[in-house]
């Protein structure tokens, strides 16, 4: 199957600090020697972060020693967009965007959008950033991502709360819900060994861990979708090619109209699952 890959590095700042070329060379030199496969592109980004030499030696020294990039600089490029992840938060993956683009043709301006699994909150957020006026909600059962979501989720007027997907939602959503992200984990239990050292190691297991086949979330979050959705509302979450008809038969078992997108450049899978009530649920593909 194909599994969480690794944030792709961010883009660096135009106009990184200047430091002389032996410098940069060895800093560039100590991380391919740690095995950072972008390492020009992460020294610029290390460079550009650091006020000082003493500064800079203590990012390059926590990179080489394995810290996932995003949490060395204390953020992650999201759709454009600067998100804060923090150690131990599930860093958001480039391929995830796609998600989100397909969010943006469902949703409409003031649309009330739930994001569960939120981790940083980048989905919400950047979401939130592309239509104007959405009611945005949030959830992660893990205080630490939901303390780092609400840096990234509260500047764009959304609420973020901690608790197992549903629960802490306020009552008042059931059947109010227009979009439901649900970014769920996906990877099998016993393949979590072979995901890359940066999220097998630094990122929160419940963010990774998706049980036996790697859809028990998944069920849970659909078997509860209906009860919140809006009339016309849509669920949309990622999975991995290989899952994608038992995810598929997933949420059609529990009352929704499941379509799948591909985006092959970014290697992401897609399953939209509507509300059959929706009008002009064929319309979105």
């Known amino acids: 199957m194909s599994l969480p890959s690794s944030p792709s590095v961010p883009a660096a700042p135009s106009a990184p600090p200047l430091l002389p070329p032996e410098a940069t060379a060895a800093v560039v030199a100590r991380l391919r020697a740690a095995g950072c496969v972008f390492a020009e592109d992460e020294a610029r980004l290390l ?14 020294e926590r990179r080489a020693g394995g810290l ?21 938060v599930f860093v958001p993956r480039r391929r995830t965007e796609f998600l989100v683009d397909r969010a943006v043709l469902l949703a409409r301006p003031g649309a009330v ?28 059962i893990d205080p630490a991502a939901v303390r780092c979501a609400r840096r990234n989720v509260g500047p764009v007027g ?34 979590i060994g072979l995901l890359p050292p940066e999220a097998r190691i630094h990122e929160a297991r419940v963010a990774l861990d998706g049980g036996a086949d790697g859809l028990d979330v998944l069920r849970r979050v659909s078997a509860g979708a209906r009860r919140w959705l809006a009339p016309g509302g849509c669920l949309l979450f990622e999975t991995s090619e290989r899952q994608t008809p038992s995810a598929v038969e997933t ?30 649920a064929d319309d979105v593909r």
Do not use: K, Q
């Open 47 to 60: 460079i550009s972060a650091a006020p000082t030499a003493a500064r800079l030696d203590a990012l390059v």
């Open 68 to 88: 996932p990039l995003e949490h060395v600089l204390g953020w992650a490029e999201f759709r454009g967009l600067r998100m804060a992840v923090d150690p131990g």
């Open 113 to 140: 959008v739930v994001d569960l699994c939120c981790g940083s909150g980048a989905l919400g957020a950047a979401l939130a950033a592309t239509l104007d006026g959405i009611e945005l909600h949030a959830t992660d």
């Open 158 to 191: 959304g609420r973020v709360y901690e608790g197992d997907l549903y629960d802490p939602l306020p009552a008042a959503l059931r059947g109010r819900v227009d979009v439901l992200l649900a970014n769920v984990p996906y990877v099998p239990t016993e393949e």
């Open 251 to 280: 949420v059609a078992r529990d009352g929704l109209v499941p379509h799948v997108a591909h985006a092959e450049e970014l290697y992401a899978t897609v399953v939209v699952a509507s509300s059959p009530a929706a009008p002009g």
